[in-house]
Nanobody, 115 residues
Framework: QVQLVESGGGLVQAGGSLRLSCAPS????????MGWYRQAPGKQRELVAQ???????TYADSVKGRFTISRDNAQNTVYLQMNSLEPEDTAVYYC?????????WGQGTQVTVSS
């Protein structure tokens, strides 16, 4: 099993930045893929970004050029740096870890972008 602890959400004005953090309960080296999803009110949950153990990253078209996912092996933490935030980025953001053929989810952290 993998427990995920997220932090870093909050309220920010449009154009601002936030950094989300996700710390897994086991070594990040053992987790094939880590990512971030989000769910806005009344909308389906969607993939925002993901990073695999080989260094490849994937981004939703809506966040390309604004968001960056990264792994800090020394801190055993995955980050989502979010720049140029827009009101449309308002959502609950969930950290995920794909380990041992199962996807684990964090509890979610709220990001609210005001216009």
């Amino acid at each position: 099993q993998v427990q995920l602890v997220e932090s870093g959400g909050g309220l920010v004005q449009a154009g601002g930045s936030l950094r989300l953090s996700c710390a897994p309960s086991r070594s990040i080296f053992s987790i094939k893929t880590m990512g971030w999803y989000r769910q806005a009110p009344g909308k389906q949950r969607e993939l925002v970004a993901q990073s695999d153990s080989g260094g490849s990253t994937t981004y939703a078209d809506s966040v390309k050029g604004r968001f960056t996912i990264s792994r800090d092996n020394a801190q055993n933490t995955v980050y989502l740096q979010m720049n140029s935030l827009e009101p449309e980025d308002t959502a609950v953001y969930y950290c995920t870890a794909f380990f041992n053929m199962w996807t684990y989810w964090g509890q979610g952290t709220q990001v609210t972008v005001s216009s």
